[in-house]
C-alpha cells in the first residue's frame, strides 16, 4: 500500500503531482468514476447508505495496530531467528517463502511484503547469493497474495466481503482453506528452483524489540480487533480503543495509517452505490455477474485489482462464494492485480543488480502458471459454471 502524503496549503510542481497521481493510480481511478456517477446520482444524504462504516473502522485499527508491532522490530526479530544457523539453501529459500505466506495471514499480504522482502534482500546480499533475488521475491509476493486469502483479516477486500455479506467464520474457512492448500503446494514446489547446498547464516547486528510494552499493547488491541471481525465485540468500541491507545501511548501511529485505501473504499463505495442506482449498468452488470462472477472477478481483478473489483462487483450478485475466490486468486496475473504485487517490485528496482524487465518476465510467468492452476481447481470443485 502506498499512503498520500501532500502537504495542505504548499504548491506542488507539475512533475511531483504527476508523480503522486501515478503512485495513487488506484486511488485517483476511484475518485474519477465517484465524480462520473455523481452526475447521474447527484451528491444527497443517501451517500452515507453506501457507506460500510464497520469494514473502514476495522481496515483502520488492523492498519495501525499492525504498525505498531512492526515498528517495536518484532518482525525483524522472529525473522532472524528463524533464519539464523547453518541451512541448506532449498531450506533457506522455504523460510524466506513461508514468512510472508503465513505472515499475511495475519497482518496482511502488503505489510508482509513490506516486511519480509527488505529482509530477502539482505540476507541474499549477505550470504552471496544475489542472483536468487529475482526468484525469492517473486516466490515471497505469490506467497503474501496467496496466504492472505486465507483469512477474513488478510486483505482488504476479504474483510469487505466478509462483512458484508455477514459470511460466518466456518463458512470462510470451508470456501477458502483449498485454494490455500493447493497454494502452498504449488509454493513448496518452487522451493526445488533452488540448488542444494548448505550456508551459514549469521547477523552481526542483533535485532531486538525496542518497546516491549508496545507489543504488548498492540498485540491486546490486534486480539481486540479480532473478536470484533468475529462480530463478538462492536467495531465502535475497537476503534473507541484503538484511538484511545493512539492518543495516550503511541500517537506516532496516526501517520503510518494507509489513509490512500480508505479514501479509496469511500469513493468506490460511493461508485458502486451510484451504479446501483442506474438502472440499465445495474441490469447490464447483474447479467454479467450472473453469467460467471467467479470469471468476471478475475478478469475485472486483472484491470482495477482484487480490492476495487470486490468492491465494485458486490452490489451486483449475491454468490459470495464465487465473488470471494474470484477476487482472490484473481489477485494472481497481471502486476497490477493485487497492489501488493506493487510494492515487491518497487522494492527490487531499488536494489543495486536490479533488472526489471528479467523480473517482470519471471512474475508474470509465475503469476499466470499459478492463475491457471487455481482457475482448473475452480472447474474441478464446481465453482466455475
Not at 92 to 120: E, H, W
Not at 171 to 199: D, N, R, W
Request: proline content about 4%; charged content about 10%.
Amino acid at each position: 500500500m502506498m499512503k498520500v502524503d501532500i502537504p495542505l496549503f504548499t504548491r506542488q510542481s507539475p512533475a511531483s503531482l504527476w508523480s503522486r497521481v501515478k503512485q495513487e493510480a488506484v486511488l485517483v481511478t476511484a475518485f474519477v468514476c465517484a465524480v462520473i456517477t455523481m452526475f447521474f446520482v447527484p451528491p444527497s444524504p443517501g451517500y452515507v447508505d453506501y457507506m460500510d462504516f464497520r469494514v473502514l473502522a476495522l481496515l483502520f485499527c488492523l492498519m495501525v495496530v499492525v504498525a505498531g508491532v512492526q515498528s517495536c522490530g518484532l518482525f525483524d526479530v522472529l525473522a532472524q531467528k528463524l533464519l539464523s544457523g547453518s541451512k541448506s539453501i532449498r531450506f533457506l529459500g522455504l523460510l524466506l517463502i513461508l514468512m510472508p505466506f503465513i505472515g499475511s495471514m495475519l497482518i496482511t499480504n502488503d505489510v508482509a511484503l513490506l516486511a519480509f522482502v527488505p529482509f530477502a534482500i539482505v540476507v541474499l546480499d549477505m550470504i552471496g547469493r544475489s542472483q536468487y533475488l529475482i526468484l525469492v521475491i517473486t516466490a515471497q509476493t505469490l506467497a503474501a497474495n496467496l496466504g492472505s486469502m486465507a483469512t477474513p483479516i488478510g486483505n482488504p477486500q476479504n474483510l469487505f466481503l466478509y462483512s458484508k455479506y455477514h459470511i460466518s467464520i466456518s463458512s470462510f474457512f470451508a470456501a477458502m482453506l483449498p485454494y490455500t492448500l493447493l497454494s502452498l503446494l504449488g509454493l513448496l514446489l518452487m522451493v526445488f528452483l533452488f540448488k542444494k547446498e548448505s550456508i551459514e547464516v549469521r547477523f552481526d547486528t542483533p535485532k531486538t524489540i525496542s518497546n516491549p510494552r508496545q507489543v504488548y499493547l498492540m498485540s491486546g488491541l490486534f486480539l481486540l480487533c479480532l473478536l470484533s471481525v468475529l462480530h463478538v465485540v462492536h467495531y465502535g468500541i475497537v476503534l473507541a480503543f484503538v484511538l484511545a491507545a493512539m492518543l495516550l501511548f503511541a500517537r506516532d501511529l496516526f501517520r503510518k495509517a494507509d489513509y490512500s485505501l480508505l479514501a479509496t473504499f469511500v469513493f468506490f463505495f460511493i461508485c458502486a452505490g451510484n451504479i446501483g442506482q442506474i438502472e440499465q449498468i445495474r441490469h447490464f452488470l447483474s447479467a454479467i455477474m450472473d453469467k460467471s462472477t467467479l470469471v468476471s472477478s478475475i478478469l475485472a481483478s486483472q484491470v482495477i485489482s482484487n480490492v476495487p473489483a470486490a468492491v465494485l462487483l458486490s452490489g451486483f450478485t449475491e454468490r459470495w462464494k464465487e465473488l470471494l475466490i474470484g477476487v482472490n486468486i484473481g489477485g494472481l496475473g497481471t502486476l497490477i492485480a493485487s497492489l501488493a504485487s506493487l510494492i515487491s517490485f518497487k522494492l527490487y528496482v531499488k536494489t543495486a543488480e536490479a533488472r526489471p524487465f528479467k523480473y517482470l518476465g519471471v512474475f508474470t510467468l509465475a503469476n499466470a502458471a499459478g492463475l491457471l492452476v487455481l482457475i482448473a481447481a475452480a472447474a474441478v470443485w464446481n465453482h466455475l459454471p
